[in-house]
Structures are given as C-alpha cells and as structure tokens.
C-alpha cells in the first residue's frame, strides 16, 4: 500500500470511469442498431402495403371492372323504354335482351355521356352484343326508333279515319270497326254520353272522340291500341282547355256531349279557323234560340248533317248544289236538314280550335253564314235580308250561283 493509502490491486478511479463510458457507448451502439432495423422492418412492411394496395387496384380494375362486349354488335333486336325508367332500369332492359353484357357497363356509360338524360321513351332498333358506350349513342338517334306513325287531320268522320289508319297500319277497317263498337271499353267516360236536350244516346258512338293529332304507335299495333290512344288524346286535350267544365257552367245548361256535336259542325262547316266560333254560335242560335224567321223551330238546317248520314249508310256523299229536296227533308234520316234540335251525334271528329269555338263562342245574334271568297271566309247575319245581300258577294266571288 502506498502513503495515499492505495493498493497497486485496485484500478485507478479514472481507468473505471473510462471503462464504463466504453461500455455505455457500446450499449448505445446496440441500441442504435435495433432501431435501425426496426425502422427498415417498419419501412419493408409499409412498403408492402402499399405495393399489395397498388396490386390490389390494379387487379380490381383489371379483374373487377364491369363486363362489357368488345365490338360494335352484330344482326338486330327491338326493345322499348318507357317512360320514366331509370338508367338502371334500362340497363337492366337492354341486358336480358343480350344488348349489353352487363347492367353496369350501360349505367357507367351513360354516366360519361351527359346527353344520356335525353334518353325518350319507344322502341328502338338495336344490335346484339355491342359496346355499353354504343348502345348509349344509339338510343340518342332519334333515326333508331321504331314507330309506326300516322297523322289524322281535323274533320275527319270515323270511316274516313278507320280508311287511313288501315291504309297506313295495315290492319283492316273492320278490326277498327269491332274495336269501335264499344266507346266506353276504350276510355270514354260514361258521362260524355249525357244529354239535357231530351234526347236520349241509345248507342254511344265513337264519333267526336277519335282526336285528330300525329301518333307514334309500337311495332303492329291492334285496332284497340290505336283507338284507345286517339281516345285518351282527346281526353286529354279536353280537360287541358277546360272544356267540360266551362260548357257546364257557362253555356246555360247544354251538356258536354251537345257541344262537341257543335264543335262537329263548326269544324265541317268553316272554311277558316277564324270563323269556327260564329259558326258554333249560329248553331246554338237555330237550336236553342227563339229565331221564328228560319220557318223552322229549333232546326239545324245543316246540310253537312245530311252527308253524315251518307257515310253512316256507305252511300257517296253530295255537295250541296247535288241534293235533292229528298235528300236533305227524308224524315227517315235523323240527320236531314229540317229535324229538330241537334242531331245523334257528332259528325265528324273535331280538333282543337273547334273544341274551343264550341265551349267559348263570340257573343251575337246571327243565325246565316254564307262563305264569300275562294279561302274560305264567311260572312254572317241575324236577318234574312242582310243574309241575301252577303249572297251576292259570294256570286259575285263565283262561290253560289244565286245569292239566297
């Protein structure tokens, strides 16, 4: 031991200082080498992740995406949208036809084609097994829908309408005939078949109630179809404008039906729309005015009411100059010029305008009309005398041969 009291056994208190930070930094050594690789573990894990997440996108996309076909679709099919279907709903339509390969690849297409809300309901040509993308165009060309359609003009009496639509449809007058037999079975409310006239509709006709518009109907439409649509069109068009509604509260207790057989009348007899409304109201005038001059209480005295009768019977029509005495008085034809009040039923099937002139005709007293030039314009009169002194416009147009 020396004089500090040490022995040379025991280490220097620095050597084990010195010793033991050498330990610690070791230790720290360790530690930061752990640390390391745990981090390159965190880093190879993470990594992992997202590499599987990039595959499994890939993979959906590639594995999962909606089936669709490849191509532009070969032969033809026929399928109807309706009205109001939803674009699954018409993807859902255009699949079960073999269209489309799936539901999904049309609603995907039509959700990249902005123009796909204008998507209209009918019937439309398509091809089998076609693109979604294509089928979304060919909906929205107008030129791939499949319609059968037909214009009626106004004024046209139901055999002359049955003549057109079997010409254009191909299907027989008579199945329009059959179909026409019973009004109410396509649509027409009891109602209409009303009268406060006191005369009483033992046979509801069809006459009146077969509007005169542009159809489109589907592929081979039966007579019922059509007959039904041209119904519901006039029904239509008739609560649209208020026409019963305003004949009941306005025309002083004439029925609906009595004013569509006016509206018959107005339609057959004016050469020009502008003079549907006076002659709608000479009618009520003869029918339910008090006008002794007519010699004739309560009478028509409508010649085109006669020519009706002539189709009714299929017998040739006439022009006026053509008809007898006989012709125009048989009191066997509930139709002839003199027979009280209005005819059976309309005679003919009036369009809009006549509706209108019928419900809402001008004020005024007149009960003649003549027309007076070649375009159809009439003049009217509420005497004898003034009705004669129109005559002579009308000869001197070469309209009538004498003047009244």
């Known amino acids: 031991m020396s004089e500090l009291g040490l022995t040379f056994d025991e280490p220097p208190t620095k050597g084990r200082h010195r010793h033991r930070r050498s330990r610690d930094r070791k230790q720290r050594r360790g530690r930061g080498g752990r640390s390391v690789l745990a981090l390159l573990v965190v880093l190879l894990v ?106 009626i003009p106004e004024g046209l009496t139901s055999f002359r309408t049955f003549d057109l639509l079997a010409d254009e449809l191909g299907i027989a007058v008579e199945d329009f005939e059959a179909a026409a037999a019973d009004p109410i079975a396509l649509g027409v409310p009891e109602f209409w078949f009303n009268r406060n006239d006191g005369k009483e509709v033992t046979e509801p006709s069809i006459e009146g109630f077969l509007f005169p518009s542009t159809y489109e109907f589907p592929p081979e439409p039966t007579a019922e179809q059509v007959l039904k649509a041209m119904v519901a069109q006039f029904l239509t068009v008739a609560e649209q404008i208020g026409f019963v509604e305003t004949v009941e509260n306005e025309r002083g207790g004439i029925a609906p039906y009595e004013a569509l057989i006016v509206a018959s009348l107005a339609q057959a007899e004016a050469g020009v729309p502008e003079d549907m409304g006076k002659i709608a109201r000479v009618a009520y005038n003869r029918v339910y005015g008090s006008f002794p001059e007519l010699g004739c209480a309560g009478c028509l005295q409508f010649d085109v009411t006669v020519n009706y009768w002539f189709e009714l019977n299929g017998l040739p029509t006439k022009s006026s100059a053509e008809m007898t005495t006989q012709d125009l008085t048989d009191p066997s034809n509930p139709y002839n010029r003199n027979a009280e009040g209005l005819v059976p039923t309309p005679i003919n099937n009036p369009g809009q305008e006549a509706l209108e002139a019928a419900m809402d005709p001008p004020d005024g007293d007149w009960i003649y009309f003549v027309a007076i030039d070649h375009e159809g314009n009439s003049a009217f009169a509420e005497t004898f005398e003034e009705h004669c002194l129109n005559g002579q416009k009308a000869v001197e147009a070469g309209i009538l041969e004498v003047p009244c």
């Open 46 to 151: 993470l990594g992992g992740i997202a590499y599987g997440g990039w595959w499994g996108v890939n993979w959906l996309q590639q594995y999962a995406a909606a089936e669709d076909y490849p191509g532009e679709g070969t032969g033809s099919v026929v399928v109807e949208i309706t009205a109001g279907q939803r674009l699954d709903e018409i993807g859902q339509t255009l699949f079960e036809a073999d269209v489309v390969a799936s539901q999904r690849a049309f609603v995907e297409a039509a959700n990249r084609n902005p123009l796909a809300v204008n998507i209209q309901p009918g019937f439309y040509e398509l091809r089998l097994q076609m693109r979604a993308d294509l089928a979304v165009e060919m909906l929205l060309d107008l030129d791939n829908r499949v319609v059968e359609r037909v214009t």
